[in-house]
């Protein structure tokens, strides 16, 4: 069974950083796109930012210049790097993979609460 285990949420004051991580788990024959996604109280929810296989990135406008995505391949995990955290950042932070094990599927993680407050 596939899974997406993320971890790294928590709270910090603004202008903090914090680094999420998702683990993938399973029997999978390959990872395509992996990314993060939030969704804010009474949102909904919206893509942060992605990385192909080959490691080709996009951003949402907002956390342009304050937020890195990156993988690690051999560990299955994506990264997301967040700094310069602002209120307007508070959210739960999902992580999400296009997995390829006898079939191309999308799978989400449980995700993690991100609090920035003073």
């Known amino acids: 069974q596939v899974r997406l285990v993320e971890s790294g949420g928590g709270l910090v004051q603004p202008g903090g950083s914090l680094r999420l991580s998702c683990a993938a788990s399973?029997?999978?024959?390959?990872?395509?796109?992996m990314g993060w996604y939030r969704q804010a109280p009474g949102k909904q929810r919206e893509l942060v930012a992605t990385?192909?296989?080959?490691?080709?990135?996009e951003y949402t406008d907002s956390v342009k210049g304050r937020f890195t995505i990156s993988r690690d391949n051999a560990k299955r995990t994506v990264y997301l790097q967040m700094t310069s955290l602002k209120p307007e950042d508070t959210a739960v932070y999902y992580c999400?993979?296009?997995?390829?094990?006898?079939?191309?599927?999308?799978?989400w993680g449980q995700g993690t609460q991100v609090t920035v407050s003073s």
């Open positions: 999400h993979a296009e997995i390829v094990t006898w079939r191309v599927s999308e799978y």
């Open positions: 990385i192909t296989s080959g490691g080709s990135t």
């Open positions: 399973g029997t999978i024959f390959s990872l395509n796109s």
